[in-house]
């Protein structure tokens, strides 16, 4: 059963930044739309951002834009967000995951049409 990977998490101040990758080894992500989601403790996932194959992407947290870029390298079938000027209400685990009903992203982010979670990488922005 193929699972991506996430990493990059880790602890920083507000302010700072971070670049998460979601690694899916021998997984060919070509045909497929990537989505980072994020669920903070006592609260529902959301999503966060989306990439399609032909590098359209999508950012769904109106906070996140301009500080966050999502990025993809098909040939090492991995998918990444670069995070900056970190806040703390961006503390949350992170995931991703693939939508296997589409490679365009959509406008708002579905849960059920992704598969292949990770395990999720925490981030947390704390002084």
């Known amino acids: 059963q193929v699972q991506f990977v996430e990493s990059g998490g880790g602890l920083v101040q507000p302010g700072g930044s971070l670049r998460l990758s979601c690694a899916a080894p021998g997984f060919t992500l070509d045909y497929y739309a990537v989505a980072w989601f994020r669920q903070a403790p006592g609260k529902e996932r959301e999503g966060v951002s989306c990439v399609g194959h032909s590098d359209d992407k999508q950012y769904y947290v109106d906070s996140e834009k301009g500080r966050f870029t999502i990025s993809r390298d098909n040939a090492k079938s991995t998918v990444y967000l670069q995070m900056s000027n970190l806040k703390p209400e961006d503390t949350a685990v992170y995931y991703c995951?693939?939508?296997?009903?589409?490679?365009?992203?959509?406008?708002?982010?579905?849960?059920?049409?992704?598969?292949?979670w990770g395990q999720g990488t925490q981030v947390t922005v704390s002084a």
């Open positions: 995951a693939a939508n296997l009903m589409r490679s365009v992203c959509g406008s708002h982010p579905v849960s059920h049409e992704y598969a292949y």
